[in-house]
């Protein structure tokens, strides 16, 4: 199979309509998604507060550059963001203190009437229209280059909601879970999905991480390119998935799958040996770096492994994974550096904080 041979790039669409930053943001949080959010804050403000309550679209649009300033500008509490000493003179040049909360207090991004009975369908519906215009513009405005990272992103909160994870391992233990998938060179985000618990439309027979990647993948299969993986998603039957549709595979495999030989499953090994077993459109890489430790990677784009010339003798399988595995780890260290995020009780919000996060990054 002839691998991806191009760069990443935006795509012709995006590159005729960016002349400026604020152009290339709006790729992405659309004036078309901003004023169906416009429409639903005021209806929310006018049933709850004031009958002639209103909002220009470009007041909508400097509430989001403030936000932005605010993550810019990092102060320990909303007050400090308007105060002489410590704010940003430019968050106190485009809005007063009292509207921005006044906004922030009505910020809806659906019709509240119709929400009840969206919900039993749609555990997202409280933001799935504004989430979907946004993931679409993401995938319509680049074109990613061969190597695409796929891993999961926690986007720190603690909301009441039914979604909401603990995640031991990661710094902040609760948050949101969201599948991402990223351009490796780039870091851009191509796809991304939240995760919402179990999904009814899903096969029983079919695996949570294997119906993520072919999702994630869909718009990107059959021209060549090759998704990098950890030992949650790897699998075989995923490598011939993804081999049906033109699409490579390389990943981590926990070592208690089914396919993997029971040859391979001794602990004791001497440091640096490497075992290679082949199956049809697929290779398995057994690698021990340290005589107690054992690295399990398959590869549908490697046909021959060799070893390196040196004392680790490094497979270079072992190698390739090393270099295409941290894609979405460095996005979400990038987003995390001016990220928007504040505290909110509201999860929609907290959707909507990492929504420009991640527009910002790939603008």
């Not at 299969?221 to 998603?233: I, L, S």
């Not at 890489?285 to 590869?299: F, G």
Request: include cysteine; charge should be positive; hydrophobic fraction near 35%.
């Amino acid at each position: 199979m002839e691998p991806y041979a191009a760069d990443g790039e935006p795509t012709a669409k995006a590159r005729r309509r960016i002349r400026s930053r604020l152009q290339s943001f709006l790729c992405f949080i659309t004036v078309g998604m901003l004023r169906p959010i416009q429409e639903w804050t005021i209806q929310h403000a006018r049933q709850t507060e004031q009958t002639d309550w209103f909002m220009i679209l470009h007041e909508l649009m400097a509430f989001i550059s403030v936000i932005i300033l605010r993550g810019v500008t990092k102060v320990p509490s909303l007050r400090d963001s308007w105060s002489a000493c410590l704010g940003n003179p430019l968050i106190t040049g485009i809005m007063s203190r009292n509207r921005f909360q006044d906004i922030m207090r009505h910020l809806r991004f659906d019709d509240m009437f119709t929400r009840s009975e969206r919900v039993q369908t749609d555990k997202f519906a409280a933001i799935s229209d504004v989430w979907g215009s946004f993931v679409t513009n993401c995938i319509t405005c680049y074109n990613p280059g061969r190597h695409i990272t796929i891993d999961e992103q926690l986007f720190p909160s603690k909301t009441r909601c039914c979604f909401l994870q603990y995640i031991a391992t990661k710094p902040d233990k609760f948050g949101i879970k969201f599948w991402v998938a990223c351009d490796l060179k780039t870091k851009y985000i191509c796809n991304v999905l939240p995760y919402l618990g179990k999904d009814p439309s899903r096969p029983s027979e079919e695996r949570l991480s294997e119906s993520v990647v072919m999702k994630l993948m869909e718009p990107f299969m059959d021209k060549g390119r090759t998704v990098t993986t950890d030992n949650f998603f790897t699998s075989l039957t995923l490598a011939r998935r993804l081999l049906s549709r033109k699409t490579t595979i390389l990943g981590t495999v926990n070592k208690i799958r089914r396919e993997i030989p029971q040859s391979t499953r001794k602990m004791d090994r001497k440091e640096f040996t490497t075992q290679v077993f082949s199956t049809t459109g697929a290779t398995l890489t057994v690698y021990a770096p340290k005589r107690k430790k054992t690295v399990y990677i398959l590869s549908s784009m490697h046909s021959v492994v060799e070893t390196e010339e040196t004392i680790k003798r490094k497979p270079n399988t072992i190698t390739q994974y090393n270099t295409t595995k941290c894609g979405v780890d460095v996005m979400d260290q990038m987003v995390r550096e001016y990220s928007v995020r504040t505290g909110t009780r509201r999860w929609p919000v907290a959707v909507f904080y990492n929504m420009i996060d991640m527009a910002a990054l790939n603008a």
